[in-house]
Each structure stands twice: as C-alpha cells, then as structure tokens.
Nanobody
Framework: QVQLVESGGGSVQTGESLRLTCVASGYTGGSHSMGWFRQAPGKEREGVAVIDDTGIASYADSLKGRFTISQDNSKNILYLQMNSLAPEDTAMYYC????????????????????????WGKGTLVTVSS
C-alpha cells in the first residue's frame, strides 16, 4: 500500500515562499505520477500541479510562474516550491499519486479530473496573511 506524507506547510505573509515536501512509501520502482492539489475553506478541491515520472508537468493556469513542482525519483519525494504567496493561496495542500505501471494518462488530464489519482496524503495547511 502506498502512503504519502506531506510536510512544509505553515503560516506566512503575502509575498513570501514555502516549499512543500511529500514522501511516498510503498512503491516498488514502477512508473507512476504524482501531484499536488489544494482545497480552500468552502471551496472544492482543485489541482495545483501534476508530474509524471519522465518529468512532464502540468500546472493550473492561475499558478504558472509562481509554483514549481519537482521530484526526486530515486527517493520518491515530491516537492512544490511556492513563491509570491497571496492570501488566496491559503488552503490545505494534498499530495496525491497514482498506482504503479498503470495506463499512461497525461498530467494535464490528471490535474483536471476529479478522480485522476489513486492515493492521497492527509494534507499540510498553508496560511497566507496579508
């Protein structure tokens, strides 16, 4: 069973940066995709960024240029660098991942689909104050 553990959330002020980390365990070396999603209070969950194991990434249009997703495949660690944070970025951020060796689906599809990922972490809270 794959498990995902997020860290790195916290409280920051407008304009500051944070880096989120997600450590995945339970993978046996097969291909899979990982991503970040977020849910703000009173809003639906939305995709932030998804990356496949070749490094192809897709971002929510509103976040391009401020957020960067990256991964260390050898260690199954996923990162999200968030710059120029604003109060509207306040949300619970979730790490998500797919099963190993499944059918290939482009990251942009997984980003936009409601059920595009198979495993979810418990989330890390990011709060941005003005």
């Amino acid at each position: 069973q794959v498990q995902l553990v997020e860290s790195g959330g916290g409280s920051v002020q407008t304009g500051e940066s944070l880096r989120l980390t997600c450590v995945a365990s339970g993978y046996t070396g097969g291909s899979h995709s990982m991503g970040w999603f977020r849910q703000a209070p009173g809003k639906e969950r939305e995709g932030v960024a998804v990356i496949d194991d070749t490094g192809i990434a897709s971002y929510a249009d509103s976040l391009k240029g401020r957020f960067t997703i990256s991964q260390d495949n050898s260690k199954n660690i996923l990162y999200l660098q968030m710059n120029s944070l604003a109060p509207e970025d306040t949300a619970m951020y979730y790490c998500a991942a797919t099963k190993e060796n499944g059918d290939y689906v482009p990251p942009h599809w997984r980003l936009e689909a409601k059920n595009g990922m198979d495993y979810w972490g418990k989330g890390t809270l990011v709060t941005v104050s003005s």
